[in-house]
């Protein structure tokens, strides 16, 4: 099975900062890679997905970036951070089916 | 519309008791019905899962019943703990492409507070 690592576990930003969050996998080859957020308390949303090295889709548009530049890693970023980016943030793999998530990263914009 | 209905929102139960989610899906391409236990400030793992040519599948205290025609599902958790106090997601997902090469897109629903009394 894969294992989902994450970093940092928290992080607190101003607003206007740049932000890179982390995502590495291993136990696997060639994974499907996602990044969600989590709103205070709730739901997930997706924000983007990759199948492939350099291959990233969006599905919300937003004042965040993804990126892969390594079969097992994926790294979320922002140029200049918003309030409204606060969140937790959840990185996920795909085996066949089964999405199996990181630890997360809790984002404070202040 | 790719939507899953999650309800109740907020559940408490009292130790040894029947927990009980529920959770409507409109897609009937669907074809995979994952449930995810989260704990705080943790990531979502995977809790048990169905596909929709079973009507029920348990592992222990957990079921997830599954009624394709009604396009409905639930979990009933058995002998409820405390240590069942989290928040549940049901979802659905699609595999699109191959089952190797393709990526499977999880709508997931709101979320359940489950608070297992002592």
């Known amino acids: 099975s894969q294992t989902i690592h994450q970093w940092p576990a928290t992080l607190v930003q101003p607003v206007g900062s740049p932000l890179s969050l982390e995502c590495t996998v291993e136990?696997?080859?060639?994974?499907?890679l996602y990044w969600y957020r989590q709103a205070a308390g709730r739901g997930l949303q997706l924000l983007f997905y990759s199948v492939g090295i350099g291959q990233i889709s969006s599905e919300v548009p937003q004042n965040l970036s993804a990126s892969r530049p390594q079969d097992r890693q994926f790294i979320l970023s922002s140029k200049k951070l918003l309030l409204s980016d606060s969140g937790f943030y959840l990185c996920?793999?795909?085996?066949?089916?089964?999405?199996?998530f990181g630890p997360g990263t809790r984002l404070t914009v202040t | 519309q790719q939507q899953v209905k999650q309800s109740p929102q907020s559940l408490i139960v009292q130790k040894g008791g029947i927990s009980i989610i529920n959770c409507a899906y409109e897609?009937?391409?669907?074809?995979?019905f994952p449930w995810y236990q989260q704990f705080p400030g943790k990531g979502p793992a995977l809790l048990i899962a169905?596909?929709?040519?079973?009507s029920e599948k348990k592992e222990g205290r957990f079921t997830i019943s599954f009624n394709k025609s009604a396009k409905q599902f639930s979990l009933h958790i058995m002998d409820s703990q405390p240590g069942d106090s989290a928040t549940y997601f049901c979802a659905a997902t699609f595999q699109w492409g191959s089952v190797n090469s393709g990526y499977s897109t999880l709508t997931f629903g709101k979320g359940t507070m489950l608070l297992v009394s002592p």
């Open positions: 996920a793999g795909q085996t066949v089916h089964e999405q199996y």
């Open positions: 897609n009937t391409a669907f074809d995979y």
């Open positions: 136990g696997t080859s060639n994974p499907n």
């Open positions: 169905i596909r929709p040519d079973v």
